[in-house]
């Protein structure tokens, strides 16, 4: 009975498949959102957070490249529609300042009607009131909603020249700690390192797979992680046949 009570208890979720988390691993509500309202710096910093307090053994490097897939994703989202900034939106209608008084309806005939000069008189001083208050009405400026492209374009350029300057720079560590060609595991690329330091290290990794300058691949037995510069021919090795 205790056995039946144990098997039926649900299995806790990973803590990225729950809010907020889990935006970066659902890809058909991606598409949905607006690309302004995912805070991708808060994401990724609590997800490096929560991934820490899991320790070095328990790092899900799967969940980390999914989560910077989905990151890269947003930034090129939020990127077309930078670009699409750029046609400035058209102005509001002008608001006619002059005043066009209205029609006065002087007399044709004297036998169908008759006016007087008083009369005339007080409403052309009525005209001229109307215009002088129009006149005296402040003009309301108006202002863009959306920030200039000018003020956005700037913090996106630096983001992507500090990510690339510092996957160059780990490509250059691997240059000099294999020669310029050879394979070199993932523990002693991040020997000496924190925690955190290690998953970003991971992360600027899949930027050179991607680029096709390093190649990636575990030891399905050990978990170990591989890293192979240089052109070299590599596959997974066969087991040893009994």
């Known amino acids: 009975m ?18 907020p988390w889990n935006i970066l691993f659902e890809i058909s509500k991606l598409e949905k959102l607006t690309p302004w309202n995912v805070n991708i710096a808060y ?20 969940a980390s490249g999914v989560a ?19 046609e400035p939106p058209a102005p509001p209608p002008k608001i ?20 007087t000069i008083q009369h005339l008189l007080e409403v052309l001083d009525d005209v001229l009131k109307g215009e002088k208050l129009l006149s005296l009405n402040p003009v309301v400026e108006q202002h863009p909603v959306l920030p200039a492209v000018t003020d956005l374009l700037p913090q996106f350029d630096r983001f992507i020249a500090e990510l690339e300057m510092q996957v160059d720079k780990l490509y250059a560590i691997l240059i000099e700690k294999t020669g310029g060609q050879g394979i070199i595991d993932f523990t002693t690329l991040s020997k000496g390192a924190t925690r955190i330091e290690a998953l970003r290290m991971f992360i600027y990794l899949l930027f050179l797979a991607q680029d096709g300058l390093v190649n990636l691949w575990q030891n399905e037995e050990t ?18 046949t009994s």
């Open 223 to 240: 978990e170990e992680l591989y890293i192979a510069v240089g052109k070299l021919n590599v596959g997974k090795p066969e087991r040893p």
């Open 68 to 86: 910077l897939d989905s990151s890269a994703l947003i930034y090129l989202m939020k990127s077309k529609l930078l670009l699409t900034l750029q």
């Open 96 to 115: 006619p300042t002059d005043f066009v008084p209205p029609p006065l309806f002087l007399p044709l005939r004297h036998e169908l009607t008759s006016t």
């Open 2 to 19: 205790a056995s039946q009570t144990a098997t039926s208890a649900p299995t806790r979720k990973p803590f990225y498949l729950r809010p």
């Open 43 to 62: 994401l990724l910093r609590t997800f490096l957070s929560e991934m820490e307090k899991n320790g070095p053994e328990k790092v899900d490097f799967r």
